[in-house]
């Protein structure tokens, strides 16, 4: 079974400041790793994905994330954190050798707070 | 503009009632999926299809059915709504060959 760990609930930053938001998994073969973010009553918008290859993926808003296969890791970084980035951020995770289904696992979210 | 809709975006229901949500997705995607959203819990997955006349159960079905009979459409019912399926319930997308989702804006689901 897969599962998805956000061991924060809400990280706290000023803006300017560095921005990561941490995620760890569990799969039972290759995890294929997604970034969402949720704007306030909205519904949730692809940040970036770790299929393969290079461990160090970039995605919208100036995001990036490292994939870290011995500590089954995840996290979510932004150099310079924006007032704007303030949101609900989620990990989700597939097992491609598992699921043919592309049924993503979802961890709990980590809300983000940036502040002037 | 393509993308997923659900209507409605607010309901509120009396227990016992029933409903159906509507998510329909003009991308010609072949899998759908319902979760519903609770704080502190995440997204869970309610049910699933991986085409048209398919479905399957997710990680929380009981008290919830769906239907696919159009490709475009994939419905989520609550026969005998309970106060327990008060939340917000996203409708998601994917393409065959793509890895991620395409999410609709939600429903606001309240059961008194």
């Known amino acids: 079974a897969q599962s998805v760990a956000q061991p924060e609930d809400q990280v706290n930053v000023a803006e300017g400041n560095p921005l990561t938001v941490k995620c760890t998994y569990s799969?039972?073969?290759?995890?294929?790793l997604f970034w969402y973010v949720q704007y306030p009553n909205r519904g949730l918008q692809f940040l970036l994905k770790?299929?393969?290859?290079?461990?160090l993926v970039k995605g919208s808003y100036g995001f990036e994330a490292e994939f870290n296969k011995s500590q089954t890791s995840f996290h979510l970084k932004k150099p310079s954190a924006l007032v704007s980035d303030s949101a609900l951020y989620f990990c989700a995770v597939r097992d491609h050798a598992s699921d043919s289904w592309g049924k993503l696992q979802f961890g709990a979210g980590t809300q983000v707070v940036v502040t002037p | 503009n393509a993308g997923v809709t659900q209507t409605p975006k607010f309901r509120v229901l009396k227990t016992g009632q029933s409903m159906t949500l509507l998510c329909a997705q003009d991308?010609?995607?072949?899998?759908m999926y319902w979760y519903r959203q609770d704080p502190g819990m995440g997204l869970r997955l309610i049910h699933y299809?991986?085409?048209?006349?398919?479905?399957a159960k997710g990680e929380v079905p009981d008290g919830y059915n769906v239907s696919r009979l159009k490709k475009q459409n994939f419905l989520l019912g609550l026969e005998s709504a309970a106060p327990s399926q008060t939340s917000v319930y996203f409708c998601?997308?994917?393409?065959?060959?793509?890895?991620?989702?395409?999410f609709g804006s939600g429903t606001r689901l309240t059961v008194v």
């Open positions: 770790y299929i393969t290859g290079d461990n």
């Open positions: 991308m010609n995607h072949e899998y």
């Open positions: 299809s991986v085409g048209e006349g398919t479905t």
């Open positions: 998601a997308s994917r393409e065959t060959t793509d890895y991620g989702y395409t």
């Open positions: 799969v039972s073969g290759n995890p294929y």
